[in-house]
């Protein structure tokens, strides 16, 4: 200790010991969470195509006012990017 009152000391144990099976089986749970995101993926990169072909016509953006909060997103974008960004 160095005799400053502010000084904090922290022992921490190590990680626990995980078992094979669990480690297998989360790492196969990856798969189907990686299609999902594949799926929506492709949903959002259509709905981004034809929405810049409907601003190149009309001159704006087609924008979805049910969005929570009231913020005009891009139709249907907003939730494969909310999905996937915590994630990848």
Do not use: C, K, N
Not at 36 to 51: K, N, Q
């Amino acid at each position: 200790m160095t005799g400053d009152p502010a000084a904090v000391q922290l022992t921490a144990a190590g990680p626990a010991p995980q078992r094979r099976l669990t480690v297998l089986f989360r790492a196969l749970m990856v798969i189907p969470h990686g299609i999902v995101l594949d799926f929506l993926a492709i949903g959002a990169i259509f709905t981004v195509f034809v929405g810049w072909w409907a601003a190149l016509f009309t001159g704006r953006l087609p924008v979805d006012d049910s969005a929570p909060g009231g913020y005009g997103t891009p139709a249907g974008y907003g939730t494969p990017a909310g999905y996937g960004t915590p994630v990848g």
